[in-house]
């Protein structure tokens, strides 16, 4: 079972400053005038999260460091799949299918994209199937979410869509997905393009090809 080690990252005053180019007491300032959140050590000394720093230069249109990008990236579960489709008769084939190909993989469901929102923030799937037609939040959206979200490990992202193919195809890709499946589905292709990805996964320099 894979399992999330990322430990939490925290930030003195004085390591923000260095971060942001100003001075030490401008970073206190921040802290202290509510702008920044943190909180105290036993030994009174300010710790600020990395999320939070983030947050903070983001409100403010500052520069995001790359430091903070890879403090923020969550390692994904490789022993976990979530299938993301309102149609539950196809997402339960797709459940069962991938959990009798891929005996290692453990597969989530989610029938909408808030749900599917929630299932990645919480367990950090390393390959999510995504329909594109979902009720909530689409998945275009969801997909860029993703993408623009660190903290959601950067899972692969396999989307799925009965719409028109020659417009769904390019847009999708844009936001960031990894393959593009047309209903109704090759399952064949289907299991062999997520062995796929997940053997990048496992193996980042190699690089999959969509």
Request: proline residues 5%; aromatic residues 6%; glycine residues 6%.
């Amino acid at each position: 079972m894979g399992k999330l080690d990322k430990k939490v990252r925290t930030f003195s005053a004085l390591e923000i400053a260095k971060l942001c180019g100003v001075v030490n007491q401008t970073a206190i300032n921040w802290i202290r005038a509510g702008h920044l959140k943190a909180f105290t050590t036993p030994g009174g000394q300010y710790r600020v999260y990395a999320e939070d720093l983030v947050t903070f230069l983001k409100e403010r249109d500052m520069r995001i460091p790359e430091e903070l990008h890879e403090d923020l990236t969550m390692p994904v579960d490789l022993g976990l799949a979530l299938i993301v489709d309102d149609d539950k008769d196809l997402n339960t084939i797709l459940k069962r299918l991938l959990e009798r190909k891929i005996e290692e993989l453990r597969v989530a469901q989610a029938f909408d994209g808030f749900e599917a929102g929630r299932i990645i923030a919480e367990r950090h799937p390393a390959i999510v199937l995504l329909d594109l037609n979902l009720p909530g939040v689409d998945g275009f959206s969801l997909c860029k979410k993703i993408r623009s979200d660190e903290s959601f490990g950067q899972p692969a992202v396999i989307a799925m869509t009965g719409i028109a193919q020659e417009e769904a195809q390019p847009k999708m890709m844009e936001a960031g997905a990894d393959a593009f499946f047309a209903k109704p589905l090759n399952f064949d292709a289907l299991i062999a393009k997520i062995r796929e990805l997940l053997e990048a996964r496992k193996n980042p320099r190699e690089e999959p090809s969509k």
